[in-house]
């Protein structure tokens, strides 16, 4: 039977960069996560009998919201639920899911690089029909409808057992339980040269991957150990666990490290990787050196062409506006536009769905091509193994080949987490009032050229957003950017990005601190950082 159940409004309802992020507690409020669903069913564009993909990244509090928002879906007139095994289903599968199955839309649960467990973070996020994150008219709306929502529907019945791969059904809905991995799996084949990577493998070749005890695990096992032939043991925490095993599945230099320090070791693999909560992050290390996210956008765009899925070329590159430059440097050459985005991988959709361009990443460990609309991990992973198969090079040769052919971009992202939200507002206002009267101003052997708060028109539906982000560059084309994060859950977290280009391959060996100190002091002039936020570092430094 089909309950209608009363319900008040929530204020804070409102999607950040990617879904609605947070904490567990907050969540499990009575009707938290129903009326946030039921506001996505109200809004989103669906026709009679409408098939909607749900899974997510096994955290705890998946189960329970996976079985509410099957038992709402069949209440709002759904047609059919595709919901992975167990429940998981990585945000990259699921996007292609709901590409494969032309389904309306999907419900990712996950809070992605957050950490997990009762104390830990959640989210929800609605993926619209191309497969990608609902784009900002639809989270608007979304926001609008859960302040005036009374009511929401839900079935009486309870959800089917997820443990098993097939289909029952609930009221007039079909629920039909999928492998996660076998469509995403067969997926990469189409794009790979598997044979090629394999065959490397077989030669010797070593890689470790973590999986941070998070989504990509199964992902990662069937495919590099099972049809790579990487032996077993490749993969590493690679059972998803509810909390993460305690870890913060961030694959950065901070919640990685086991993995960076394993491969600065004497015995170290070739090749290093590890993905993220959901499944859509990935980090890039060589055997001695680690690839910092924007340049492997630009090395990944600059020969992605040798993988068999991509032979035909580029049709153009889209970054996020903090997202350094290197990748700029590969479209100019290659001919192609370059897109630059606010952050969040939904600006991407509308270029993609154009054919505009082909391959898009943040510096936020994201990076991704049309193949779906969500950035994609072991995507990532698998097309740098295709590149080092088909190069014959180590990932160390091909870094310096990249920089030697394209210039090195220093580049690091200073986060300062859990501030005070008051004084990073302060702090953004304060930046934004002064940015009239920066350019022409000297800091040090450094002179504003430019300064404004990024703003994006979209190139297709007109739509624009502003308030992205304050942009201060200088003379000579370094950069300083300041923005505040729209994925925390506590306080406020700063994000400064430093970048500055050095063409001459003489100078592409200097620690990455130390070519970009001065404006990692100018920063903290400009921005205030010390004075404001009483820090005088920062927490995490990628
Ligand atoms: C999300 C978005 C990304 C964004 C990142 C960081 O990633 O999908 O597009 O770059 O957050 O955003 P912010 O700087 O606002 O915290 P994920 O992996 O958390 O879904």
Redesign the pocket.
């Known amino acids: 039977m089909i309950e209608t159940v009363a319900t008040k409004p929530f204020d804070d309802q409102k999607p950040?960069?990617?879904?609605l992020r947070k904490k567990v507690a907050h969540f499990s409020q009575p009707h938290y996560a129903e009326n946030f669903l039921q506001s996505i069913f109200d809004v989103a564009e669906r026709g009679p009998g409408a098939t909607l993909v749900i899974g997510g990244d096994g955290r705890y509090f998946n189960r329970p919201v996976i079985e509410k928002a099957i038992r709402m879906a069949a209440a709002n007139g759904f047609g059919r639920v595709v919901v992975g095994q167990n429940g998981l289903l990585s945000?990259p599968a699921a996007s292609h899911l709901i590409r494969q199955r032309k389904a309306a839309g999907g419900i990712v649960l996950?809070?992605?690089?957050?950490p997990g467990g009762p104390d830990g973070d959640f989210g929800i996020?609605y993926n619209i029909g191309n497969g990608g994150?609902a784009p900002e008219a639809i989270t608007e709306a979304t926001f609008k409808r859960s302040r005036t929502l009374q009511e929401y529907k839900i079935s009486d019945a309870p959800a089917p057992d997820l443990s098993v791969v097939g289909e029952t059904t609930i009221e007039a809905m079909v629920v039909e339980v999928v492998d996660p991995v076998a469509d995403y799996a067969e997926l990469m084949q189409t794009l790979f040269d598997f044979g090629k990577i394999r065959a490397l493998i077989a030669g010797g070749f070593t890689l470790s991957f973590d999986a941070m005890h998070a989504v990509t695990g199964p992902y990662a096992k069937t495919i590099l150990e099972g049809l790579l032939g990487a032996p077993e043991g490749t993969v590493v925490n690679g059972v998803p666990l509810e909390d993460f095993g305690g870890g913060h599945p961030d694959p950065n230099a901070v919640h990685a490290a086991e993995l960076i320090a394993r491969m600065m070791g004497p015995d170290a693999p070739d090749f290093g990787a590890a993905s993220?909560?959901?499944g859509?992050?990935n980090l890039i290390v060589g055997r001695g050196i680690v690839v910092s996210p924007s340049d492997s956008l630009a090395m990944l765009a600059a020969d992605i062409q040798r993988a068999p899925g991509y032979t035909q070329g580029i049709t153009g590159i889209a970054r996020?506006m903090?997202t350094s430059q290197a990748a700029d440097r590969v479209a100019a050459k290659r001919g192609v536009k370059l897109y630059e985005t606010p952050?969040?991988?939904?600006f991407f959709g509308n270029l993609l769905d154009a054919g505009m361009v082909t391959i898009c990443g943040?510096?936020?460990?994201?990076t991704g091509s049309d193949h779906v609309r969500e950035?994609d991990g072991l995507w990532a992973v698998l097309l740098w193994l295709n590149i080092l198969a088909d190069r014959k090079e180590s990932v160390k040769a091909v870094v310096e080949g990249h920089w030697q052919e394209f210039g090195r971009t220093y580049y690091q992202r200073h986060d300062y987490e859990e501030i005070d939200s008051k004084a990073a507002e302060g702090l953004m206002g304060s930046l934004r009032d002064r940015l009239a009267s920066m350019s022409g101003q000297r800091f040090g052997t450094l002179v504003v050229s430019e300064a404004d708060d990024f703003s994006y028109k979209d190139p297709i539906d007109g739509s624009i957003s502003t308030g992205q982000g304050v942009r201060i560059l200088f003379s000579g084309g370094a950069r300083i950017v300041f923005?505040?994060?729209?994925?925390?859950t506590k306080g406020a977290?700063l994000?400064v990005y430093i970048e500055r280009f050095e063409p001459d391959a003489a100078k592409h060996d200097i620690a990455p601190q130390e070519a970009l100190s001065e404006l990692i002091d100018t920063a903290d002039v400009i921005g205030e950082i010390t004075k404001r936020t009483g820090r005088s570092a920062p927490d995490v430094i990628t």
């Open positions: 950040g960069t990617s879904g945000t996950s809070a992605s690089h957050n996020k994150p993220d909560g959901d859509d992050r996020s903090p952050t969040g991988w939904k943040e510096e936020s460990a994201g950035k923005r505040l994060s729209g994925t925390g977290t994000r």
